[in-house]
C-alpha cells in the first residue's frame, strides 16, 4: 500500500484517468508480489512434497542380475549351472528419436540380414511403443550379427537400441539325472526336481540400482545412483554319485533296447544311509529342452504305485519270523494250489512249483521249510503264512515298513506328485479275499521308492530311513547352509537277528538257487527278490506284467541297495534254445540289478566277498 | 554527451534492471537447452544459446539506437508503423506465407529465422495507443469520439491475431493498450460497460470454438485428470518449482528441464530457473521485474510530454503484465497460455522487440526531470547558465518551474 500511495503521489497532473492507469499496474506489481507470495508456498512449504514426486518422476529401479546357483553331485560334477552366453537385441523406444526410426530400423534389418518387411515391422513396433520404455526386437541374436551390432552401437549409430546378454542355464550332460536335476522355466524359476524344490537356495537374489534418468530413460550419471548387489545363489552338492547315475543309466538303456518296456525305473540307495546315489526313470527327458511330454518328465520312481507282487512275500515272512511264529526252517503244509472258502480264484503256484525234492513228508502231508517256499515265491505258502498272521498283524507289519505313506524323500511329497500308495484300511479288507491277496502282493499298491526303502530297512537292520538326495547346500560365501543327513521315517519294528540273519540267508538263497539265478554274480552275493505281478487292465488282471527285482549287495555287510522295476516289457528276447524268455522279474529285471551292483560296487571300491568261490567254480 | 547531466540516475538505474534480467536470462536459457543432445543424433548443445545471444545482441544493438533517438520521432510514423504491424499480422494468416505450428499460424519466415509477428504487433500497438491518447487528449472521454475508434483501432489488432489463432496474446494486446487509452484520459466507467456487454458474448463464443481453451481450463480446474497429456505440463512444472525449495536445486541441476518439462526454455523457462535456483532465485527474479515497472512509472511520471509518459506506462505496463501472466501460468495460479517471460524466455523477436522496447522508455529516460533536478535547472537558468537541450524540451519542466 505505501508503494501505491507513493506512486499516487508521484502523478503530478492529478488526472483521474491517469489515476486509473496507474492503479492498473499498481495491481500487476501486487500480482507479483502475490505470486511471489505462491512461489514461497510451492518452493517452501510444499517442498517436501515436490521433491518426493520429483524423486518418483525421475528415478528408475534397475534390477541387478544374480547368478544362479549351480547342481553338483556328490563327487563335484556339474549338473546344472547358469551361463551368460549369447545377446538379446532390445529397445528402448522412448530414445528412438522419431525421425529416426525408420532408419534405426532398415540398419538393423541389413545387420540381422532381414529384408524390408523385416524393417518395416520393426519400425512399426517402435512407432507403437514410442511411449514404452522396453522392446524386446530379437530374443537371440546370432553370433556375427551380434558382433556388427555392437559395432554400430559403439559408433552411436543406433539410437535406444541395446544388447542384453541372455541368462541360460544349462545341463552339462543332458539328460543325465535328469528327473532329479529337474529344470527351469523361461523366467528361471524351478519347474522340477532340485531345481523346484531347492528354488529359495538356488535362486539368486537380485540386486538394485537405483538411477536417473531423463523423461526418454536415458540414465543420467553421477545422479542419485545407489546400488545394492546382486547375491548369487547358493549352490546344491547331491548325494547322487556320478558314476553310479551314469551306470545306472547306462544299465537302463540296455535293459529298454532289449526289452522295450512301457517305463522302467532304477533306483540305488545307500544302505546305511538311506541317501540317493543314483536314480533313473524310462522315459525320461533332457532338461535343456525338457518339451511338454508331461510323462517323460514325472518321476515315475515316486509317482507311479504298482502291485509289487512277490517283492512284498519277504515282508510277510520277516513278519512272523519278527512274532516267534516261525523260522527258516520251519516247515510249512506246502500244496500247488490252496482254495480258500469263499474266494472264487484258486492261489496256485502254477508254473513254478516247489519240486518234489524239498518235499518234506510230515504226518502224511508234504510240506517245505519256510526258506525254500519263500526261495520258490510260492504263493500258497505265503498265503498260509498270511492266514496264520492275520489281518492285524499284516496291516500293522505293512505300514511299519512305511507302506500307505509318502517317504519323505526330499523330492518328494504331495506338490512333486508323490504317491502314497495305496494299502486299505482294515476295515476295507475283504474276509476271504484280502489276506491272501496281501499275502502275495496284491490289494497293496507301492511305489519303487518305497519298496526300495523297505528292503533296505530289512538290508541295514531294520531302520526305514527317509530317502535323501540333497546333500549340502553351499552358500555363494562357502558358509554350508543346510547338511543332508539320514533320518529315520518309521521304525519297522524287525530285529537285526530276523533281517540281517534269518531272512538274509532267505534272500541269498533266492539268488543263489531261486526266482533270480540270472541275477548271480562271482565277485559278489547278492541278496534280494523278484516280482512279478500281473496288471490290472479294464477290471481283470491281463498279460502285462510289471518284473522287478529288488536287492543288496554285499549280502552279509551291504552297502547299496537297488530296485529295477520293468513295466510291460514288450520285447522278445530268444534263450540259447531259440526259445523266448518269458518275463520274469527273475529273468527282466535281475540281470540288469546284478550288473548294476556289480559295477557300482567296484566304482565304489567294495571288495569282493567271495573271491576263493570264484576261483573253485571256475 | 553534453546533457547526460539530466535523470542520469533513474536512466542508469533502468538499464541495469534491463541488463539483469537479460543476464538471467542467458544463464537460463543455456542451462535449461543444452541439455537437449540426444544420444545419436547430431545436435550441437550450444544451438539455442547461439540463437539467443544473436538476438539478445540485436535487441541491444536496437536499444541502444532507439534510446538515442529522440523517442517523438515514433509519434510522427505512428502512422505507418501501425499500418506495417497490421499488414504483417494479415500476412501471417495467408497460407504459404505465415508458417503454421501446433495448428496456428503465427510465424513468417525469413530464410531461417523465424519472427513471430505479433512481437512487433505489441510494440506498434503501444506507440499507436499512445500517440493516439496523445493527439485526441480531451476527446478521450467521449464516447463517440474517443473510446469508440480507439476500440476499434485495437480491435482490429485482437481479431487478426485471434485469428491465428492466438487467443493469449490478442487478450494481451487489448489489455497493454487499454492500459494507454485509461492512462491518457479513457473513461474506465465506458470500459466497464463495454467489457460488460462483450466479455460474456465472447468468452462464450472462444470457449465453445476452440478446443485447446477448453482442454486448458478443464486441465486447470483438474490438473491430475490427465497428468500425461495436456494436464502434464502444469503438473511437471509445479514438480520443478516445488522441487527448487529455499535454495535450489543449483545451476544446471534442473531434473526437470531433462524432457520431463516440455518448453523448458521458452514458455515454462521460470520453472527452471525456480528449480535451479531456488525461492531466493525466483523472488529476486520477480523483484526484478517490479523494480523495472517502479522505474518505468517513474520514467512515465517524470516524461515531458504526454506521449512520451504514455509510451513508457504502456510498456511498463505490457512487460509487467507479461511477467505476471507467465509466472502465474507456470506456477499454475491461471490456465495454461503460451506466453513467454520477457527478457527472459528463449524466443528471437520477442526478447528484440521487448528490448526496442526499453529503448523507447530509455529514450523518454533521457529527457525526463525531476522536481528537484527542475529545480536545480531553474536555479542554473536562472544564473544564466546554457541549459541541456533535453531540459530546454522539458514541457513537464517549465511547467514545474513555472509554478515555482
Known amino acids: 500500500m505505501k508503494l501505491l500511495f507513493w506512486m499516487l503521489r508521484e502523478t503530478g497532473g492529478g488526472v483521474s484517468p491517469r489515476r486509473s492507469a496507474r492503479i492498473v499496474l499498481g495491481g500487476v506489481i501486487v500480482v507479483l508480489f502475490g505470486l511471489s507470495g505462491r512461489l514461497f508456498s510451492l518452493q517452501v512449504w510444499h517442498h517436501d512434497d515436490y521433491l518426493a514426486q520429483r524423486h518418483a518422476n525421475s528415478t528408475r529401479t534397475l534390477t541387478l542380475p544374480g547368478t544362479r546357483g549351480s547342481i553338483f553331485s556328490e563327487d563335484k560334477v556339474c549338473l546344472g549351472q547358469t551361463t551368460f552366453s549369447g545377446a538379446s537385441l532390445v529397445a528402448n523406444p522412448r530414445a528412438v528419436p522419431g525421425d529416426q526410426r525408420a532408419e534405426v530400423a532398415t540398419r538393423l534389418a541389413s545387420l540381422l540380414g532381414q529384408d524390408g518387411d523385416y524393417a518395416r515391422n520393426v519400425e512399426n513396433q517402435l512407432y507403437e511403443r514410442r511411449d514404452k520404455y522396453y522392446y524386446c526386437i530379437e530374443r537371440e541374436v546370432a553370433i556375427d550379427a551380434t558382433a556388427k551390432i555392437d559395432a554400430e552401437l559403439r559408433l552411436g549409430n543406433l539410437p535406444g537400441i541395446e544388447l542384453r546378454a541372455i541368462e541360460t542355464r544349462e545341463y552339462p550332460l543332458g539328460n543325465f539325472a535328469s528327473h532329479i536335476v529337474g529344470f527351469v522355466g523361461r523366467d528361471m524359476y524351478g519347474q522340477e526336481g532340485v531345481e523346484r524344490a531347492l528354488e529359495s537356495y538356488l535362486a539368486a537374489k537380485p540386486g538394485k540400482r537405483v538411477i536417473a534418468v531423463d523423461a526418454l530413460g536415458h540414465p543420467i550419471e553421477n545422479i542419485d545412483d545407489r546400488i545394492e548387489a546382486a547375491q548369487d545363489g547358493a549352490s546344491v552338492y547331491l548325494t547322487i554319485n556320478s558314476g553310479i547315475q551314469a551306470i545306472v543309466e547306462d544299465e537302463l538303456h540296455s535293459l529298454v533296447d532289449m526289452w522295450e518296456p512301457e517305463t522302467v525305473s532304477v533306483i540305488v540307495m545307500e544302505t546305511n544311509t538311506g541317501a540317493i546315489l543314483g536314480l533313473a526313470n524310462y522315459p525320461s527327458f533332457n532338461p535343456n529342452s525338457p518339451g511338454s511330454d508331461a510323462a517323460a518328465r514325472k518321476n515315475i520312481a515316486i509317482t507311479d504305485p504298482f502291485e509289487p507282487g512277490s517283492m512284498f512275500k519277504p515282508l510277510i515272512v520277516c513278519s512272523a519270523y519278527q512274532r516267534g511264529l516261525l523260522t527258516p526252517t520251519s ?270 560296487l567296484k566304482q565304489l571300491g567294495v571288495p569282493e566277498d567271495m573271491p576263493e568261490e570264484t576261483a573253485s567254480k571256475d | 554527451m553534453g546533457y547526460l547531466t539530466v535523470s542520469r540516475t533513474l536512466r542508469n538505474a533502468y538499464l541495469l534492471n534491463i541488463l539483469a534480467l537479460v543476464g538471467v536470462g542467458v544463464v537460463m536459457v543455456f542451462s535449461s537447452s543444452a541439455i537437449r543432445v540426444v544420444p545419436g543424433a547430431e545436435i550441437d548443445p550450444f544451438v539455442f544459446i547461439k540463437r539467443h545471444l544473436m538476438f539478445v545482441g540485436l535487441g541491444i544493438a536496437g536499444m541502444a539506437v532507439v534510446a538515442r533517438l529522440d523517442y517523438r520521432l515514433w509519434q510522427k510514423f505512428a502512422k505507418p508503423i501501425y499500418l506495417l504491424g497490421l499488414a504483417l499480422l494479415v500476412l501471417t494468416l495467408i497460407p504459404g506465407v505465415g508458417t503454421e505450428f501446433n495448428g496456428a499460424r503465427r510465424w513468417l519466415r525469413f530464410g531461417g529465422v523465424g519472427i513471430q509477428p505479433s512481437d512487433f504487433a505489441k510494440l506498434a500497438l503501444l506507440i499507436s495507443a499512445a500517440t493516439y491518447a496523445a493527439v485526441r487528449r480531451n476527446e478521450l472521454g467521449s464516447i463517440r469520439r474517443g473510446f469508440l475508434p480507439g476500440c476499434m483501432f485495437v480491435g482490429i489488432y485482437v481479431v487478426l491475431t485471434m485469428a491465428q489463432p492466438d487467443f493469449g496474446t490478442s487478450l494481451f494486446l487489448a489489455a497493454s493498450s487499454f492500459v494507454v487509452l485509461l492512462a491518457g484520459g479513457l473513461r474506465v466507467r465506458h470500459l466497464a460497460i463495454a467489457a460488460l456487454i462483450v466479455l460474456p458474448f465472447a468468452s462464450i463464443v472462444m470457449y465453445a470454438k476452440f478446443d485447446h481453451i477448453q482442454d486448458r481450463i478443464m486441465t486447470f480446474l483438474d490438473p491430475a485428470k490427465d497428468p500425461r497429456g495436456k494436464g502434464h505440463q502444469v503438473k511437471q512444472s509445479l514438480i520443478a518449482i516445488g522441487s527448487g525449495g529455499m535454495e535450489g536445486q543449483g545451476l544446471g541441476n534442473s531434473m526437470q528441464k531433462l524432457y520431463y518439462l516440455p518448453e523448458q526454455e521458452t514458455d515454462f523457462i521460470f520453472a527452471v530457473l525456480a528449480e535451479e535456483t531456488g525461492f531466493i532465485g525466483s523472488a529476486l527474479t520477480l523483484v526484478l521485474f517490479v523494480s523495472l515497472m517502479i522505474i518505468g512509472t517513474k520514467v512515465a511520471a517524470r516524461a515531458p510530454d504526454r506521449f512520451g509518459s504514455l509510451l513508457a506506462i504502456g510498456i511498463t505496463a505490457a512487460i509487467g503484465l507479461q511477467a505476471a501472466i507467465n509466472v502465474a501460468v507456470v506456477t499454475a495460479s491461471v490456465p495454461t497460455k503460451g506466453i513467454g517471460l520477457p527478457f527472459i524466455s528463449f524466443g528471437g523477436s520477442s526478447c528484440f522487440f521487448y528490448l526496442v522496447g526499453a529503448g523507447l522508455v530509455l529514450s523518454v529516460a533521457r529527457r525526463c526531470v525531476s522536481e528537484k533536478e527542475a529545480f536545480a535547472l531553474l536555479q542554473q537558468e536562472m544564473a544564466g547558465e546554457r541549459l541541456p537541450e533535453s531540459a530546454r524540451l522539458s514541457a513537464r519542466a517549465r511547467r514545474i518551474v513555472a509554478s515555482s
Open chain 1, 331 to 600: 516247515l510249512v503244509e506246502y500244496t500247488p494250489e490252496l482254495s480258500i472258502p469263499g474266494r472264487k480264484k484258486q492261489i496256485t503256484d502254477h508254473g513254478h512249483e516247489i519240486p518234489n525234492e524239498y518235499w518234506v513228508q510230515w504226518n502224511g502231508r508234504s510240506c517245505v521249510t519256510v526258506n525254500r517256499a519263500l526261495v520258490s515265491s510260492s504263493n500258497t505258502v505265503m498265503t498260509r503264512i498270511g492266514l496264520l498272521l492275520g489281518c492285524d498283524e499284516l496291516y500293522d507289519s505293512i505300514t511299519k515298513c512305511g507302506f500307505g505313506r509318502r517317504t519323505g524323500f526330499d523330492l518328494g511329497g504331495p506338490r512333486f506328485g508323490e504317491s502314497a500308495g495305496v494299502v486299505r484300511p482294515l476295515d476295507k479288507w475283504t474276509v476271504p479275499s484280502s489276506i491272501p491277496s496281501v499275502s502275495i502282493g496284491y490289494e497293496v499298491q507301492v511305489t519303487p521308492m518305497q519298496m526300495l526303502n523297505c528292503f533296505n530297512a530289512i538290508a541295514n537292520g531294520g531302520h526305514v530311513y527317509k530317502p535323501w538326495v540333497i546333500g549340502r547346500v553351499v552358500g555363494p560365501d562357502g558358509k554350508v547352509l543346510h547338511e543332508g543327513k539320514p533320518e529315520i521315517l518309521v521304525e519297522s519294528g524287525l530285529s537285526e537277528e530276523v533281517t540281517r540273519k534269518m531272512m538274509n540267508e532267505t534272500l541269498k538263497g533266492v539268488v543263489e538257487d531261486g526266482t533270480a539265478t540270472g541275477a548271480q554274480l562271482k565277485q559278489y552275493r547278492i541278496a534280494g527278490k523278484t516280482g512279478t505281478a500281473m496288471k490290472v487292465k479294464n477290471g481283470q488282471y491281463s498279460e502285462d506284467k510289471v518284473c522287478s527285482f529288488v536287492g543288496y549287495a554285499p549280502a552279509d555287510n551291504p552297502v547299496i541297495s537297488v530296485i529295477v522295476v520293468v513295466n510291460e516289457a514288450h520285447g522278445k528276447v530268444l534263450n540259447k534254445y531259440g526259445w523266448p524268455i518269458r518275463h520274469y522279474g527273475g529273468t527282466v529285471a535281475a540281470p540288469t540289478m546284478s550288473r548294476i551292483v556289480l559295477r557300482s
